[in-house]
């Protein structure tokens, strides 16, 4: 059994991050574990995680699993947990408790708990007090090693908890089953060094690594080479791309080489802004397959909360940086991340996150009130702002996100614009939905031959986040 450790995920040496490409190992016994049985995950969190399912989901397939339907047809079910905000911890044990009734009337069904809340030293306290008759629990590290993880437990018929608490390295050739069949995620760099306050993911994701680019732009090739038509590029802060390679290649050399290779959509994701270059503007503005859409996260305002947050850049700086985006990149759709209730965090400090929405008008924004996670410098800090206040405060903040979206989608109205058509509408199934290349959700009459194509669209009608629009054809 191998506990997270806190302390020892928050180290940084200068050891040099290995790139291994043939630690998945799957052995024919191994290969069999699975037959005839089904599995489910249940994915929580951002891209990343949802990427990490992917790779579940290819390994489990590797072990003659096949996907169940639904939750309560699964031999196997795994939760791929997130650890960023509370309320995600809440939901997972919550959905924990439920499965547990399950389990009472199927016994020989198999729980995990995986991903970031796995690398967290109290949540794996709190099972092995409260919820021993899970099966598995691993962590962000070792998803590759899955198979004999799984193996192991169902040997000893005991809980089976591995996490590694290291900075880790690159494991590359590890399966993947992709979740859409025209949109593709392409990790780039795992972990991060920030340490934002707030933060956990450099505790629970370890310490920033980059791909050699030849794998990334390999995997990328093989991509349009199966249909795909659309990259986006992951990474906890892509922007810092490159900085631990051993060669003198960044995230714009990066970008350009993907763009080069041909692929019709290419997006990025997440952006920190203290590492968005202007060589990195001068490749987005230089290549049109690169789309015009930056999430830009904020988080505050205020030069004071900023500094408490450990953003490592001002109020100003940021201004300077979205003005700079906006003058290379007009037609772009800009969004961001804001927190709001930040210990400490006084009306002033508040009113100066406002100012900086209005300068923005951001197309659309992610606003979230603090949640202190355990381990951070955060945590520690006097978190004086009641409820009430951080709850007044979120509803006025997105009251003012909301006008600006509705008012960005506005601009669409009559206008043509290209689509990713992804396929049926989950509102109307008569309808089609897709993405613009500014990342706007357009629903959309016209024929479903369309599906899996990128096609000019009318924008008809509009609401603060979404569109309808029609095919237009022959256009």
């Known amino acids: 059994m191998q506990l997270p450790n806190l302390k020892e995920a928050k180290v940084r040496t200068q050891k040099e991050v290995v790139t291994k490409t043939n630690d998945y190992i799957i052995t024919h016994d191994l290969v069999e574990l699975g037959r005839g049985r089904q599995y489910y995950v249940k994915t ?9 399912t992917e790779n579940i989901k290819a390994i489990l397939e590797d072990m003659s ?12 079910i795994l939760l791929n947990t997130c650890a960023i905000r509370e309320n995600a911890h809440n939901k997972v044990f919550g959905m924990i408790g439920r499965i547990k009734h399950m389990k009472e009337t199927k016994p020989e069904m198999m729980v995990g708990l995986c991903g970031c809340m796995a690398q967290e030293e109290s949540v794996v306290d709190e099972i092995l007090e409260k919820y021993r008759w899970l099966d598995v629990v691993f962590g962000t590290h070792n998803i590759h090693q899955l198979p004999r993880i799984l193996k ?44 934002c306050t707030y933060c956990i993911v450099p505790y629970t994701r370890g310490k920033q690594r980059s791909r050699k680019p030849h794998f990334i732009i390999e995997e990328v090739k093989e991509l349009i080479n199966a249909g795909y038509k659309e990259v986006t590029l992951l990474g906890q802060n892509v922007n810092a791309y490159g900085k631990d390679l051993k060669i003198d290649y960044t995230m714009a050399n990066l970008l350009e080489e993907v763009a080069k290779t041909g692929i019709e959509r290419l997006r990025f994701v997440t952006s920190h802004p203290w590492d968005f270059s202007d ?17 830009l996260p904020l ?10 947050m450990g953003r490592r850049y001002t109020k100003e700086s940021y201004l300077e940086l979205f003005h700079k985006l906006k ?13 709001v209730g930040f210990p400490g965090e006084t009306e002033a400090d508040f009113q100066d996150t ?27 800090m006097l978190d004086d702002v009641s409820l009430e206040v951080k709850q007044k405060r979120l509803h006025e903040l997105n009251d003012l996100v909301n006008g600006y979206s509705r008012k960005a989608n506005e601009a669409y109205l009559g206008k043509i614009v290209p689509v990713l058509i992804e396929g049926s509408s989950e509102n109307n199934a008569e309808m089609l939905m897709g993405y613009t290349d500014t990342m706007k959700l357009v629903n959309v009459t016209g024929s479903k031959q369309f599906i899996g194509q990128i096609v000019p669209v009318k924008i008809t009608d509009v609401k603060t986040w979404s569109m309808t629009g029609e095919i237009v054809e022959n256009a």
């Not at 929580?44 to 990490?52: I, L, T």
């Open 44 to 52: 929580y969190g951002c891209q990343m995680n949802e990427h990490d």
């Open 65 to 76: 699993f096949t996907e169940a339907g639904s939750m309560e047809e699964a031999d196997l």
């Open 152 to 195: 192991e437990a169902m040997v000893t018929k005991k809980l089976n908890v591995d996490v590694l608490s290291i900075e880790g390295d690159i494991i590359e050739n590890v399966p993947v089953k992709r979740d859409h069949p025209y949109k593709a995620w392409v990790n780039i760099m795992y972990g991060c060094d920030k340490f």
């Open 279 to 295: 060589d990195m503007i001068r490749v987005i503005a230089r290549y049109d397959n690169v789309m015009p859409y930056i999430h």
């Open 299 to 308: 988080q505050s305002g205020s030069n004071r909360i900023l500094k408490l």
């Open 327 to 339: 003058q290379a990149l007009p037609y772009s759709a800009i969004t961001t991340d804001i927190i």
């Open 354 to 380: 406002l100012e900086v929405v209005k300068a923005c008008a951001y197309d659309s924004a992610f606003t979230f009130i603090f949640s202190p996670r355990i381990g951070t410098p955060a945590a520690k």
